[in-house]
């Protein structure tokens, strides 16, 4: 079965970091761009991030430019994003997804295979 | 950055009857050279991530049912829900993949 599971999310305070994690099965995690996208409580869907291939491309919204890292081990069949210096607006539940055309030369691209997500909550 | 605004915000529907959620995007997102529309719709249920369920605008993806389809090129675009079924209680969004920031539009929830 094609899927995507996230994991890594929690409670942090601001300022503090955490590290999520997508670990892929049923498909080749280095055949496609990958994108992390999240959702804040109540609020509709935000692209964060995303990755080509080989990982040699990686784009950011504005938001999270300088404090999120976004990496992949395609050995491990997995996805990483690296949040730093969290405020409050980070809070969300974080999906990582999968473009859904594979060898694309663009991260432009729909999303067809999402994880279920994982909850990180910035809060004193 | 490409503003994708959808809607209405909500709308009630009797089952059996059509859907039709709007979006508007602030900028052309059909790519002349590839006569693509770079624009997706997502259905999303409660506690559950996105689903796809239409790319280039109007191309259902593999498994969603017939009564859903896409259409529109440019700036406009229509998602209809032909004979709305229970199941189809949702929030629906656009999305623009014409270039980055990827955007998706605020979303409009389905109810019966």
């Known amino acids: 079965e094609v899927q995507l599971v996230e994991s890594g999310g929690g409670l942090v305070q601001p300022g503090g970091s955490l590290r999520l994690s997508c670990t892929a099965s049923?498909?080749?995690?280095?055949?496609?761009?990958m994108t992390w996208v999240r959702q804040a409580p109540g609020k509709g869907l935000e692209w964060v991030a995303n990755?080509?291939?080989?990982?040699?491309?990686?784009y950011y919204v504005d938001s999270v430019e300088g404090r999120f890292t976004v990496s992949r081990d395609n050995a491990k069949n997995s996805l990483y994003l690296q949040m730093n210096s969290l405020k409050d607006a980070d809070t969300a539940v974080y999906f990582c997804?999968?473009?859904?055309?594979?060898?694309?030369?663009?991260?432009?691209?729909?999303?067809?295979?999402w994880g279920l997500g994982t909850r990180v909550t910035v809060s004193p | 950055d490409i503003v994708m605004t959808q809607s209405p915000d909500s709308l009630a529907v009797s089952l059996g009857e059509r859907a039709t959620i709007n979006c508007k995007s602030s900028?052309?997102?059909?790519?002349?050279?590839?006569?693509?529309?770079?624009l997706a719709w997502y259905q999303q249920k409660p506690g559950q991530p996105p689903k796809l369920l239409i790319y280039?605008?109007?191309t259902r993806e593999s498994g969603v049912p017939d009564r859903f389809s896409g259409s529109g090129s440019g700036t406009d675009f229509t998602l209809t829900i032909r004979s709305l079924q229970a199941e189809d209680v949702a929030v629906y969004y656009c999305?623009?993949?014409?270039?980055?920031?990827?955007?998706f539009g605020q979303g409009t929830k389905v109810e019966i």
């Open positions: 990755m080509n291939q080989d990982g040699n491309e990686k």
């Open positions: 049923g498909f080749a995690l280095r055949d496609h761009w």
């Open positions: 999305q623009q993949y014409y270039t980055i920031p990827l955007t």
């Open positions: 900028q052309n997102v059909f790519y002349s050279s590839h006569n693509k529309n770079y």
């Open positions: 997804a999968r473009g859904k055309v594979p060898y694309s030369a663009s991260g432009e691209d729909a999303f067809d295979i």
């Open positions: 280039w605008a109007s």
